[in-house]
C-alpha cells in the first residue's frame, strides 16, 4: 500500500476539496404565499427565527393595508369612495407611498401609473379571467386612469380620488414596498445577512454568511429555466418586470399584464425585460415596471440622470444592456444574446 | 559546473524502466485508480442517484412527500383542498401537475420537474411542490424575474 | 565542459519534442469521441517518463517546466498554463516516487502519472473557477487514464528501450 502513497494523497487531496461546508447551515428560512405571490425570507444569522417571523408579519400587515381585492383593506376603501368628495384618513406610510408612486409617474410620463386598476380589471389580469376587452370598455375606463386626479394631502395622512369610477393599484410598488420594510423588520430584529425573494422581486442584505458577494441571477425571458447571467452584490434589491410572467393568449396574439397607461394595451416597447438594481427596493420596483413601458432608449436617458440604481435590459432584438455600476457576469451569448455595458 | 548527484555519472537503476511486461503490481494500481473513480462518483453524488425528495405543500401544510426515484410506476395524487380541484403525478424521478381547475394554468404550463431545487407553484390553490436532495447544481442564491 | 553543453543541447531537444508531441495530439482531439474537457492522450508524458528514466529528476522537471511556459505562449492562456502546469508537476512527482518502487513496470508507472495529470487538472480547474463543479468530471477522466496511461506506457517502454542511452561518461 505504500507504494501507492503518491497517488492517494493527490486522490485524497480532491476529496476534502470537495467536503467544503456550504452556506445555509445556520439561520431559518420560511416560505409562504402574499400578495398574489410566493415568497420566501432567509435570515443566514444564527437565530434568525425571530428575523424571519418579524419579516412575515410586517408583509402581512401591509398585504392587509395595500390588496385591493380584500375588502377591508384601506385601499379598497380608497376606491369605493372614489368621486364622493370624502378624503379618506390613511397611515402616512401609505401617504408617502402613494406620493412616491406620483413622483415616478412625474418623472416618467406616460409610463407609470397606479391608477391602471380600471384598465386591468377591464384585461380580467387582477381576477384571472383573462381576455381582449371590446375598444369601447377599454376607452371608458383609460378615461379613469389619472394619476393627478388622486390627491394626497401634504401631511400624507388622507387621500382622495376625485372621479367616480377610478381605482388604485398598487401592484407595481407592493412587493417593493414590502421587501423594504421587511429588511427594516429583519435588521431591526438584529439580521446582518438575509435574502428576500419577494416573488422574483430579490432584496439582499449584508453578504453572505462567508462574507462573499450575493450572486443573483436574471433569468431569460423566452426560456424561464434559464438564464441571462448573475449579478454579484450586496445590501441591493434586484426588481425585473416582463411579460412573460403573467400572460395569456387569444387569436394567436400574447398579451401580458404590463399595461401602457397611455393605450391601454400591454406595453410594446421593444423590451422582453427589465431588472433594476437599487439599494432602495421601492424604487426598483416601481422603475422595473416604468422603464419596461418607457422602451431601452428612454431608459437609458432616465439612468443617466441619476446615480441611485443600475439597470440591466434585455430586448427583444437579442441585445442585453448592462449598465456600467454593475458586476454581471453574462451567460446568453450560448442562446443567442448579445451584451453591451451603456455608459454615463 | 555541477550538476550533482552520483545518478548523473552512473546508469540509473530504475527497476520499472527495465521491465517489457505489465507486472501484477500494474493491475494493482490500475485497479487502485478504478476504486478511486467510482468512489468519488458515489461520494459526489450521494443524493442525485439516490434520493429526489417532491414535498408537496398547501398553503403551508404538507400534503404529501414523495421519493422520486424510489418510485417504480406512475402514481398520481388527487389535491382537492385548495381553491381548485387538481391532480399531480408522480413518475420515477419527476413529477408534474397533470390537471388544475385553476384559470391560469401556470402550474399545468410548468411541465414536468425533475431537479433538486426546482420548484412547482400553482398562486391560486397556493400549492407548491418543491424538490430536495441532491445539492441543487447552480452557482448563484437567488433568480429574479 | 563539454557535458554542461550536452546535457543542455539533449533539453533543449526534448524540450522541443515535447512541444512538439503536444502540438501534435492537439491535431487529432480525443475529446471528438469522449465528449470530456481535459481528455487527451498525453504525448508529452513520453518526454518526462524518458527523462525520469534515463536522466534525472531535475531534467525532467526543467524540461516539462520549459514545455508548459513554450506551449502557453505558442497558442494558450494563462489558464491553459496553470492546467498543463498543475497537471504536469502532478504527473512527474506521483511518477519520480513510482520509478524508485519495485513490482511496477512503465505500464503502471504511466497510469499513476496519468491518472495524476488529470487530478492535477481538475484541482486547477477548481480553483480557477472557484468552484467544485469541474471535480463530476475527475471519475470518468481517471477511467480514461487507465487507457491512455497503458497506450503511452507501452510507447515509453519502446522508447526507453530502443533509444540509445545517452553516452554520458563518454563525454
Known amino acids: ?344 | 559546473m555541477h550538476f550533482g548527484g552520483r545518478s548523473m555519472d552512473t546508469p540509473v537503476k530504475r527497476p520499472a524502466a527495465e521491465r517489457r511486461r505489465p507486472t501484477i503490481g500494474d493491475g494493482v494500481l490500475a485497479l487502485l485508480v478504478i476504486l478511486c473513480a467510482a468512489a468519488l462518483f458515489f461520494g459526489l453524488r450521494p443524493a442525485s442517484g439516490n434520493l429526489l425528495t417532491a414535498r408537496i405543500v398547501l398553503d403551508g401544510v404538507l400534503v404529501a412527500e414523495y421519493d422520486l426515484n424510489a418510485l417504480t410506476s406512475p402514481v398520481e395524487l388527487a389535491v382537492d383542498g385548495g381553491a381548485y380541484p387538481m391532480v399531480i403525478q408522480a413518475e420515477p424521478g419527476r413529477i408534474r401537475v397533470l390537471e388544475s381547475g385553476c384559470p391560469s394554468q401556470d402550474c399545468v404550463h410548468t411541465g414536468w420537474a425533475d431537479r433538486a431545487g426546482d420548484q412547482i407553484i400553482c398562486l391560486p390553490n397556493r400549492l407548491v411542490i418543491s424538490l430536495s436532495g441532491a445539492e441543487a447544481q447552480t452557482d448563484f442564491d437567488a433568480v429574479t424575474g | 565542459m563539454s557535458g554542461s553543453i550536452r546535457r543542455l543541447t539533449r533539453c533543449a531537444v526534448l524540450t522541443a519534442l515535447a512541444l512538439a508531441l503536444s502540438v501534435a495530439e492537439g491535431l487529432v482531439p480525443l475529446t471528438i469521441l469522449f465528449p470530456l474537457p481535459g481528455l487527451r492522450l498525453g504525448l508529452a508524458n513520453l518526454v518526462t517518463v524518458y527523462a525520469l528514466c534515463r536522466l534525472s529528476g531535475r531534467e525532467a522537471l526543467l524540461i516539462l517546466v520549459s514545455r508548459c511556459l513554450l506551449g502557453a505562449l505558442l497558442g494558450g492562456n494563462l489558464m491553459s498554463l496553470a492546467f498543463s502546469l498543475t497537471g504536469g508537476l502532478l504527473a512527474l512527482g506521483t511518477m519520480f516516487l513510482l520509478l524508485h518502487m519495485r513490482g511496477l513496470s512503465l505500464f503502471g508507472v504511466s497510469v499513476a502519472g496519468a491518472a495524476a495529470h488529470n487530478t492535477g487538472q481538475i484541482l486547477a480547474a477548481m480553483a480557477v473557477l472557484g468552484t467544485r463543479a469541474p471535480l463530476v468530471y475527475l471519475p470518468p477522466l481517471l477511467l480514461c487514464s487507465l487507457i491512455t496511461g497503458t497506450v503511452t506506457g507501452g510507447a515509453c517502454i519502446l522508447l526507453v528501450h530502443r533509444v540509445p542511452q545517452p553516452l554520458e561518461r563518454k563525454s
Open chain 1, 1 to 344: 500500500m505504500k507504494r501507492l502513497f503518491p497517488l492517494f494523497l493527490a486522490l485524497s487531496l480532491s476529496l476534502s476539496a470537495c467536503g467544503a461546508p456550504t452556506v445555509g447551515d445556520v439561520g431559518a428560512s420560511e416560505q409562504f404565499f402574499a400578495m398574489d405571490t410566493i415568497m420566501t425570507v432567509n435570515v443566514l444569522d444564527e437565530n434568525g427565527e425571530a428575523a424571519v417571523q418579524a419579516a412575515r408579519a410586517e408583509i402581512d400587515r401591509l398585504e392587509q393595508m395595500l390588496s385591493r381585492t380584500r375588502e377591508d383593506s384601506v385601499i379598497a376603501l380608497l376606491n369605493t369612495h372614489a368621486g364622493d368628495g370624502s378624503a379618506l384618513a390613511v397611515e402616512p406610510e401609505l401617504g408617502a407611498l402613494l406620493r412616491f408612486a406620483q413622483s415616478v409617474s412625474q418623472d416618467l410620463p406616460g409610463c407609470f401609473d397606479i391608477t391602471i386598476a380600471p384598465v386591468m380589471d377591464a384585461w380580467g389580469f387582477t381576477r384571472e379571467e383573462r381576455h381582449v376587452p371590446d375598444p369601447d370598455t377599454l376607452a371608458d375606463t383609460l378615461a379613469l386612469v389619472d394619476w393627478r386626479a388622486l390627491t394626497v394631502a401634504e401631511d400624507d395622512a388622507s387621500a382622495r380620488l376625485e372621479e367616480p369610477g377610478m381605482a388604485v393599484d398598487l401592484g407595481a410598488v407592493a412587493k417593493g414596498f414590502a421587501a423594504q420594510r421587511a429588511a427594516d423588520a429583519i435588521r431591526a430584529a438584529g439580521g446582518t445577512s438575509a435574502l428576500l425573494d419577494l416573488g422574483g422581486n430579490i432584496t439582499v442584505l449584508g453578504s453572505k454568511p462567508d462574507g462573499a458577494d450575493w450572486r443573483v441571477a436574471v433569468k431569460d425571458p423566452q426560456d424561464t429555466e434559464r438564464q441571462l447571467g448573475v449579478v454579484s452584490l450586496r445590501d441591493k434589491t434586484l426588481s425585473t418586470s416582463g411579460g412573460y410572467e403573467r400572460y395569456f393568449e387569444a387569436n394567436g396574439i400574447t398579451y401580458h399584464h404590463i399595461l401602457d397607461p397611455e393605450t391601454g394595451y400591454p406595453a410594446d416597447s421593444g423590451l422582453l425585460s427589465v431588472t433594476v438594481v437599487s439599494s432602495d427596493p421601492l424604487l426598483a420596483d416601481a422603475l422595473s415596471t416604468a422603464l419596461f413601458v418607457a422602451g431601452r432608449q428612454a431608459a437609458l436617458d432616465y439612468w443617466r440622470s441619476r446615480d441611485d440604481f443600475e439597470l440591466i435590459l434585455c430586448g427583444s432584438d437579442g441585445v442585453v444592456t448592462v449598465t456600467e455600476g454593475l458586476t454581471f457576469a453574462f451567460r446568453g451569448e450560448e442562446h443567442g444574446y448579445t451584451c453591451e455595458t451603456a455608459r454615463r
